[in-house]
């Protein structure tokens, strides 16, 4: 079992676990009587089950993200009402990365609308990993989703602003609303994603050859990579993914972030691109829409019901965290959570 969850995504063994039969039906019948159990029961469980798994390793072609705490593991979930219910490393912060592209994403549909998405960057996924450049290629600087990095590094281009400082302003602001609190970069990740990141200045560059980037590509790049740099700790993460799951009002602040339909084209883009070339996998073992970061933290939105965000630095090959992965699934499984199971009516 640990042979497999190091070799693959956490995928490959929720299949090895299915196929094995009637241990695993049974206990998945299980949680699904008892979907009303409290939440905080389930997370408890879940951080109990899950905290000592094994699998995975950090992230190290960004330098200082290899030298993260691999052990932190936090889990947090926020209700619309604005309940929160916790387990684990609370305190611990770790770089959002990839997570922010969804408040970026977010953003730039609330200022330009979604046919401005649609036209400039592309809604589908590119089934390839989340830097790579063939995809550009492949499609001329078309279709390159705002979930992975080229489509990132572009709708990091077209945020409102007159030069550097105000776009970087748009962004800290758009982030601290969802987040119901200030957030701050964490330096050193940015300086060694900056001193590291001639891969996604490449891709800029190459998009802009394309006539698909919509800033200067320079400066694009490093405003995307310290948009990366955010620090985030579980709850704060949460709060995130809460906001989205109540069609864009912080349930903390009740501050208005983004409208219902910023939100909802926000999450479609989620559900086909979240966990990079894995988003079918995920989609299909968990049903919501998710995005992860490879500083280890996950999202998932219930809409209209939670967000939940879970923290675990150690990733599988697709960049994805192990145990948040994991958690996640448990969590959404034992809650009744994935939209598409449905109960018959007789
Ligand atoms: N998948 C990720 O989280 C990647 C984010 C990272 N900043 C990068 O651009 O490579």
Do not use: H
């Not at 408890?44 to 691999?70: F, H, R, T």
């Not at 829409?289 to 280890?296: D, E, I």
Request: proline share 4%; charged share 20%; with cysteine.
């Amino acid at each position: 079992m640990k042979k497999l969850i190091n070799r693959s995504s956490f995928l490959a063994l929720f299949f090895a676990l299915a196929v094995a039969g009637q241990s695993w039906s049974q206990q998945t019948m299980t949680v699904m009587e008892v979907d009303t159990r409290p939440y905080q029961e389930v997370i408890d469980e879940v951080y109990e089950k899950i905290k000592d798994m094994p699998g995975g390793k950090n992230a190290d072609y960004i330098p200082e993200l290899a030298l993260v705490d691999s052990t932190i593991f936090g889990i947090a979930l926020i209700t619309v009402d604005g309940d929160i219910y916790t387990a684990g490393d609370l305190d611990d912060r770790v770089s959002i990365q990839s997570i922010s592209k969804v408040f970026t994403l977010a953003q730039v549909i609330e200022e330009q609308g979604a046919r401005s998405i649609m036209d400039k960057i592309g809604v589908d996924a590119t089934g390839l990993k989340f830097n790579s450049i063939i995809a550009i290629e492949l499609k001329q600087g078309k279709e390159i989703n705002p979930l992975v990095n080229p489509g990132a590094i572009a709708a990091t281009s077209l945020i409102a602003g007159n030069n550097y400082e105000e776009k970087w302003k748009n962004i800290t602001t758009t982030y601290n609303k969802f987040a119901g609190t200030e957030l701050f970069v964490n330096e050193p990740v940015y300086k060694s994603e900056a001193a590291t990141n001639q891969r996604n200045q490449a891709i800029a560059y190459l998009l802009d050859a394309y006539g698909r980037m919509y800033y200067d590509p320079a400066e694009a790049t490093d405003i995307y990579t310290k948009q990366c740099a955010i620090n985030v700790n579980t709850k704060e993460l949460a709060a995130m993914a809460s906001t989205l799951a109540n069609g864009g009002i912080n349930p903390l602040t009740k501050e208005k972030v983004v409208s219902p339909e910023t939100v909802a084209f926000t999450l479609s883009v989620m559900a086909t691109a979240g966990l990079y070339d894995n988003s079918g996998q995920w989609l299909y073992a968990t049903g919501l829409p998710g995005k992860s970061g490879v500083g280890g933290g996950i999202i998932a939105v219930d809409p209209g019901k939670y967000g939940i965000a879970v923290i675990g630095p150690k990733l599988d090959e697709a960049g994805n965290s192990v145990k948040a992965q994991y958690a996640i699934y448990e969590i959404v499984k034992a809650l009744d959570g994935n939209p598409y199971e449905i109960t018959p009516v007789k």
